[in-house]
Structure formats: structure tokens, C-alpha cells
């Protein structure tokens, strides 16, 4: 099965550090999602891409908050300066236009900033 | 008010019985609805995409009403490997080509399957 790899799987860091977190979305994918999940808010939408271009990132801190995708392989997500409320799981998902095939998510990285 | 929203259980459910939730949604115009299944620290797989006209996956159903602007979704025969929070998605921004990836995902409906 095709899969979408990210890494780290696990981040400690200290608070004010940088932290970039990694996606390659499945071969053919043109959609890549940024998702973050705690156990208050649930799954939030942070940023997406289409064919690599941004589309929305509405949902993300843009002080302290970057996303991009320098190509097609690789979607990157990158916190600086971290804080302890950043904590959580950070899920890259990647899909196309067809409906019934939705998204697939990766495994997430567990941050916890210090 | 939350764009989605799910009760959040949990759903005891014996072995073999049948469990049934729904999932609320604000927004009239959307356009495209989907159930995922997530288990505890795992990530989200998707179980269904919901058809207008409601679909059936094995022992798994989904039916929509947009008059009340509602998903449910039904399990038949509970297997203990169907423990799991299920998320109900929403498109929330209507149908077109460039927005239908703004998916808002419900805080989820746990579902626990008891020998």
C-alpha cells in the first residue's frame, strides 16, 4: 500500500527552538494537507497545498508558522520560535480530486515543546 | 456553534449488536461528506466517503440528509476490532474544484465493542 512518510515521529524540543517537521505524500498525490490534533481541539486544518501551490493557510499562526513544498516529494512544516502550546501531533495527509478515495494520513509527528 | 458536530460517546456496544451515530453539519452548501476511523494514537483511516443516496461497505452504512443537514453512520454486527473514535468530515465550503480539500473534521464518537 502506498503510503505518506513523515518524520520525525517524535520531537522534544525547548521552548523558542526551531522545529521542521517532514512529508512526502504518495506518488501521484497533488493535495497535501497540514493537520494538527490535540485532545481540546480536535483535528484542525492548518495550511494545504495544491500542485504544490498554497491554497489555505488560514488556519495557522503566521507569526511562528511556515509551510511549504519545495517539490513535489516533500512538504515541510516548520515552528520558530516553538512554544509549550505548539504541543501535539501533527499530521500530513495527501490525496487528488477523486471523491471516493478521500485523504490518507500519515503516521504524525509528537511534539512536545519544553 | 461548531461547523461539525458529533456526540462524543462513548457507544458501549456488545459483541454482535448494532451501534448507530450521527454527525451534525452547519453549512448547507456542502457538498462532501466522509467517515474516518482513528484509533487511539494512530492516525486517521478513512471508512467511507458518503454518497448522496446513502452506501453500504459490508457491515458498514452511511446515509445523508441534507433537509437536517446530518450523516449517520450504522454498524451491524459489531466486531471488538471496531473499538475505535470515528470522525465524521465535512467539506465546509461548498463544491468547488478548489475548495472541496477545506475539510472540517468533527471532534469524533467513540465506539466501544464489549465481549
Known amino acids: 500500500d502506498a503510503r505518506v512518510t513523515q518524520t520525525p515521529r517524535h520531537k522534544v524540543t525547548e521552548m523558542g527552538q526551531e522545529v521542521t517537521m517532514r512529508c512526502q505524500p504518495i506518488?501521484?498525490?497533488?493535495?497535501v494537507f497540514w493537520y494538527r490534533q490535540t485532545m481540546m481541539q480536535g483535528l484542525e486544518l492548518l495550511a494545504y497545498?495544491?500542485?504544490?501551490?498554497?491554497?489555505?493557510d488560514s488556519g495557522m499562526p503566521k507569526d511562528r508558522f511556515s509551510a511549504e513544498m519545495p517539490d513535489a516529494t516533500l512538504a515541510t512544516l516548520k515552528i520558530q520560535p516553538s512554544e509549550p502550546r505548539d504541543s501535539a501531533v501533527y499530521f500530513c495527509a495527501s490525496g487528488t480530486l477523486i471523491f471516493s478515495d478521500g485523504y490518507t494520513f500519515g503516521s504524525g509527528t509528537r511534539l512536545t515543546v519544553v | 456553534r461548531k461547523e461539525v458536530e458529533q456526540d462524543p460517546g462513548p457507544f458501549n456496544v456488545p459483541e454482535g449488536a448494532t451501534v448507530a451515530f450521527n454527525c451534525t453539519y452547519s453549512n448547507s452548501a456542502s457538498q462532501s461528506f466522509f467517515w474516518y476511523r482513528q484509533d487511539c494514537r494512530k492516525e486517521p483511516k478513512l471508512l467511507m466517503s458518503?454518497?448522496?443516496s446513502g452506501n453500504e461497505d459490508g457491515r458498514f452504512t452511511a446515509q445523508l440528509n441534507r433537509a437536517s443537514q446530518y450523516i449517520s453512520l450504522l454498524i451491524r454486527d459489531s466486531k471488538l476490532s471496531d473499538s475505535a473514535t470515528y470522525l465524521c468530515?465535512?467539506?465546509?465550503?461548498?463544491?468547488?474544484?478548489?475548495?472541496?480539500?477545506?475539510?472540517?473534521f468533527g471532534a469524533g464518537t467513540q465506539v466501544v465493542v464489549t465481549p
Open positions: 497545498f495544491r500542485n504544490r501551490a498554497p491554497l489555505d
Open positions: 468530515v465535512v467539506n465546509t465550503e461548498g463544491g468547488t474544484t478548489d475548495s472541496w480539500g477545506k475539510l472540517q
Open positions: 458518503v454518497y448522496s
Open positions: 506518488l501521484g498525490h497533488n493535495t
